[in-house]
Structure formats: structure tokens, C-alpha cells
């Protein structure tokens, strides 16, 4: 079968290799039908990704349930499933605490831009054969927004979120946003994408550009500033503003990690009296997926309109580059 994986820095290549069969009872081996392009196979990509090459890549699968195992019960072949597709140890400090997006002891790196993945059951989700696959792949970021708004704390509704960057990620943030009644604004510098945010009906989208987001935010909030503040794009400067534009006992996330790494500036009195919380947020646990396999399956959140470009897997080059050029919005590969 074909499978690609990344060779070297900017070499991704699609390769011939043995098409994975069931090894344990418990396997599941699945056609991929789709497969989303995410940061971190684009910093594999540009070789910010310390390992040993060749590299696997593709982590946000859906597809067709081929083949099973004889202990494998909750899904059978011909099932449409969604994969989560980072295997966790389920015993080391992290997965015992029920914080298994931290585990210290993933598996190794999964290969979803392949033909066919195989996968232990309990990473397998069946899902609605009336849903798009291409949609379907968009659990697992999604399950990573879900993450970082389980982190934010109460909010209540009509609050308020500022979420920085609308690309594939803060879009599905204003979904999400939406979906649980909060107020949304959005601040983004390219064109498409500021189009984009207001498509997906952000209450107001900001041009640091051309607007003065920090009095624009002040405006809107009636001088409190947001409950809440996503940065899906983190410099200095909108970190910095984050920390002037989040109200009292607001929540700042930083979701997006930055390669190569930066130092920004912080004032502790601020965090001090306004009792701000800066939060960081890594991947997903086992239950924020099945909440976004529950959001996404139930119709609760529609993201197919912020899929920009599907591409084949043997472009898989192309969806790299198409990714990291963010002409787009999210890229998905199709065998
Ligand atoms: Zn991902
Ligand atoms: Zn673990």
C-alpha cells in the first residue's frame, strides 16, 4: 500500500510499504478515507521535530473499518469509525490522573497518510455513515479546542472570548465558542480569513492591521475586556495584549506551540490583582475526544466549511506546502 512519510527537512514522500494486518486480537485495521494536515506534521515537515527519519505522519483519521480482531466487539468491517490516534501508556503519572494528553509514554507516531492504519480498538470511535469523512478527521483538533475550553473555567452565557488567529484552529474555536452561547471576537491579519470568522458569524473580527484591537476589545466589553483569550498565534505582542485585553479573573490559553520557542514579557502584578489565569494546552484527553466525537457526530458543531482544500495523498507535498502557506484554511488528504 502507500503510506508517506518525511524523509528529511521539506521531504515528505509517498513510499510502498507492506499494508499493516492484524497482529493482536484487540487490532483494528482501517481504510483511511481522510486525513487532516495539522502543525505538527508541518513542523515534522520542517524538521523542528526531533526523530529518526523516515518519519510517519498523519494523525487525524477517519475511515473504514477493514479488518478486526477476535476480541475486537464495538466495531466490525464496513464501519465508518474516527480514530484517536495517539496511543497512551495508561499507567504512568499522567494517564492515571486522567491527564493522558500528557502521558509519558505515548506509542509510537501514527501513519495516517496512509492507505490503511492498523490501531488498538480502544482508539476506535464508530461513527455516522451520513457524515462526511473529510469532517470526521476534524475530531481530533477539535478535541484539542475542547481542551483548552474545559481549562477556561465557568464561563457564563453571553460571555466573552477573544480568539486570536482565524485559521483552521480559531475557527473551529469560534464554533465552539458559538455553540455554548458566548460572545465571539476575533482578531486575524489575512484577508481570506477575516472573511472566514465573519462567514462563521463572529460578533466582531479585528484587523490589528488596520483596527486598534485593544481599545476596538475595550469598546465591545464595555471596559472589562474578554473572559476569555485564545491565542492560537502567540508573540509577543499578542500575548502582551492578552494580558490588557482579558478581564478580571479572565483566562488567557495559549494553545499554539511556537517553533522556535520566544520569550514574552510578564508583568506579575497584572496576573497579581486581576487574578488572571494563563493557561497552556497540549493535546487532548481520552474523554475531550469522545466530548468533540460527541459534538462533531451529533451535528453540534459543523465544521466542513473551514475544510479550503482536499487534496490526494499522492500530493501529499503539496497539501504540506498548501498548509504552511496559509492561502487556505484546513487542508485534508484522501487516499
Ligand atoms: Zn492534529
Ligand atoms: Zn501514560
Not at 496511543?87 to 501514527?110: Q, T
Not at 462533531?296 to 466549511?305: E, S
Request: with cysteine.
Amino acid at each position: 500500500m502507500k503510506a508517506a512519510y518525511v524523509f528529511g527537512p521539506r521531504d515528505v514522500r509517498v513510499v510502498e510499504v507492506p499494508k499493516p494486518a492484524i497482529q493482536r486480537p484487540d487490532d483494528v485495521v482501517v481504510k483511511v478515507k481522510a486525513c487532516g494536515v495539522c502543525p505538527f506534521d508541518l513542523r515534522i515537515y520542517l524538521g523542528l521535530f526531533k526523530g529518526k527519519y523516515p518519519i510517519p505522519v498523519g494523525h487525524e483519521v477517519a475511515g473504514i473499518v477493514e479488518e478486526v480482531g477476535k476480541d475486537v466487539t464495538h466495531v466490525s468491517p464496513g464501519d465508518v469509525v474516527i480514530l484517536d490516534a495517539m496511543i497512551r501508556c495508561g499507567v504512568c503519572r499522567y494517564c492515571r490522573r486522567g491527564l493522558d494528553n500528557l502521558c509519558e509514554r505515548k506509542g509510537p507516531l501514527p501513519n495516517g497518510f496512509a492507505e490503511y492504519i492498523r490501531i488498538p480498538s480502544r482508539y476506535v470511535y464508530k461513527a455516522s455513515k451520513t457524515i462526511d469523512f473529510i469532517e470526521l478527521a476534524l475530531c481530533e483538533p477539535l478535541a484539542c479546542c475542547v481542551n483548552a475550553v474545559e481549562k477556561a473555567g465557568e464561563l457564563l452565557p453571553g460571555d466573552i472570548v477573544h480568539i486570536i488567529g482565524a485559521g483552521p484552529i480559531g475557527l473551529m474555536f469560534l464554533k465552539l465558542f458559538k455553540f455554548m452561547g458566548l460572545r465571539t471576537i476575533v482578531s486575524e491579519v489575512l484577508e481570506h480569513r477575516i472573511r472566514a470568522a465573519e462567514r462563521c458569524g463572529a460578533d466582531l473580527v479585528l484587523n490589528p492591521k488596520a483596527d486598534n484591537v485593544e481599545k476596538e476589545i475595550l469598546g465591545f466589553t464595555q471596559g472589562y475586556g474578554v473572559d476569555v483569550t485564545v491565542l492560537t498565534a502567540t508573540t509577543k505582542e499578542t500575548f502582551s495584549l492578552a494580558l490588557r485585553t482579558t478581564a478580571k479573573a479572565g483566562t488567557v490559553l495559549l494553545f499554539a506551540a511556537r517553533y522556535p520557542s520566544i520569550t514574552v514579557e510578564l508583568d506579575p502584578n497584572i496576573v497579581h490583582f486581576k487574578e488572571l489565569k494563563i493557561i497552556g494546552v497540549e493535546g487532548r484527553t481520552t474523554k475531550q475526544f469522545y466530548k468533540a466525537f460527541r459534538l462533531i457526530t451529533t451535528r453540534a458543531v459543523v465544521l466542513r466549511d473551514i475544510v479550503s482544500h482536499v487534496l490526494r495523498l499522492d500530493e501529499i507535498k503539496e497539501a504540506f506546502e498548501t498548509a504552511l502557506a496559509r492561502e487556505g484554511l484546513k487542508v485534508v488528504v484522501t487516499p
